[in-house]
């Protein structure tokens, strides 16, 4: 198949979860035999990344319009490039997925967790959010949902059925420390959060619960956001020598980062399955989580839950032994390998596409 993947920022990832999701899927489908094309917004330095076609057009970089000036621009893009299916990623996105499918072939949306709740957007994005989860029910030719959770609430507010594929993910521990010694921290000796630094995600409730808790271990906040300034500005207003804010890491510094802390903390609020979540699972991680439906049908039993206690609940698990927090990794990872593959979720995707491709 040709096929097209829009409405991320692009590949190499260096952004976020669909960001991630769209390097492990194309590449992964390229290595099948597939011919894909990754829509970028920022200028990559060459045409082709691990077999993946990128192709780049330009945005408008404003928070409320980034998006859906990019993918606009893109899908215009797509109608003189002959691809067999579009996959787009966003709910956003959903009114750009309907003049491909009426004139060149199928398109599919993954759209994602509930946007409109995210604190970040005003009124009118709400809206427009809102207004694409109903227009994700007609304008594509299939949904992806990425959570139970999220399949069962567009079957139940809107009459959709939609196909549930969640995000994939890597299974065991890197070997690297050199990130750890960059930022001064030892192995198994620090807790963990990384997100998206945006109030919905917690940084900062997760910063002030830390500074409770009576441990030597230090807290290391990784992320960063664009227009996020302000927020950003109050996690990082603290006194407190344990707590370490790096920025956004990717890549392998990530990795390593995630395959040796003691605790790693999800406090995001919205969304439906998180990459750094099932990441982290996946590298042996104890993981504490801020409870909401989509979290916890990813953590199961594997993972420990939150609500208004996390400093208590932070003092407890950096109380137990290194072999107590062990056990707890083997439990998510053994989840993570027999829930979240890649190869899993790449098999899922290929017959999706293929099926619309075959009945176009």
């Not at 750890?180 to 919905?200: D, I, N």
């Not at 950096?318 to 990872?333: F, P, V, Y």
Request: overall charge neutral.
């Amino acid at each position: 198949m040709r096929i097209g993947l829009l409405g991320t920022r692009g590949i190499p990832a260096n952004y976020g979860g669909f960001e991630t999701f769209a390097e492990e899927l194309s590449t992964r489908l390229v290595e099948r035999g597939h011919e894909v094309t990754v829509y970028c917004r920022q200028k990559p330095e060459c045409s082709l990344y691990r077999g993946v076609h990128l192709r780049y057009l330009p945005t408008l970089r404003h928070k409320y319009f980034d998006t859906v000036v990019h993918t606009g621009l893109s899908t215009a893009d797509t109608l003189f490039r002959h691809f067999d299916v579009l996959l787009y990623c966003n709910a956003a996105n959903a009114i750009f997925t309907l003049l491909p499918r009426l004139l060149t072939g199928p398109t599919a949306l993954n759209v994602d967790g509930l946007e409109r709740h995210r604190k970040k957007w005003n009124a009118l994005a709400k809206s427009w959010y809102l207004l694409s989860e109903w227009l994700a029910t007609w304008c594509c030719s299939a949904v992806i949902t990425d959570a139970a959770k999220i399949r069962e609430y567009y079957l139940e507010r809107y009459g959709k059925n939609s196909t549930f594929i969640p995000y994939g993910a890597d299974i065991g521990k890197v070997a690297g420390t050199e990130t750890l010694q960059q930022l001064g921290v030892q192995v198994g000796k620090y807790v963990l959060y990384v997100s998206r630094m945006e109030p919905e995600n917690n940084a900062l409730l997760v910063r002030q619960a830390f500074e409770k808790v009576a441990t030597d271990q230090k807290l290391v906040l990784v992320g960063d956001a664009p227009y996020a300034a302000e927020y950003i500005r109050q996690v990082r207003d603290t006194c407190d020598s344990r707590v370490l804010i790096p920025g956004a890491i990717y890549g392998e510094g990530y990795r390593q980062l995630q395959s040796n802390c003691s605790v790693y903390v999800q406090a995001t609020e919205v969304g439906g399955t998180h990459p750094a979540l099932i990441e982290a699972m996946g590298r042996g991680a104890m993981v504490l989580y801020l409870k909401t439906p989509e979290t916890a049908e990813v953590a199961g039993e594997a993972a420990v839950p939150f609500t208004d206690d996390l400093t208590a609940k932070l003092q407890w698990a950096l109380n137990l032994s290194e072999g107590e927090r062990a056990e707890w990794g083997q439990k998510a990872t053994r989840r993570i390998q027999s829930l979240y593959s890649w190869d899993v979720v790449t098999d899922s995707y290929e017959g999706l596409l293929q099926g619309l491709v075959k009945g176009r």
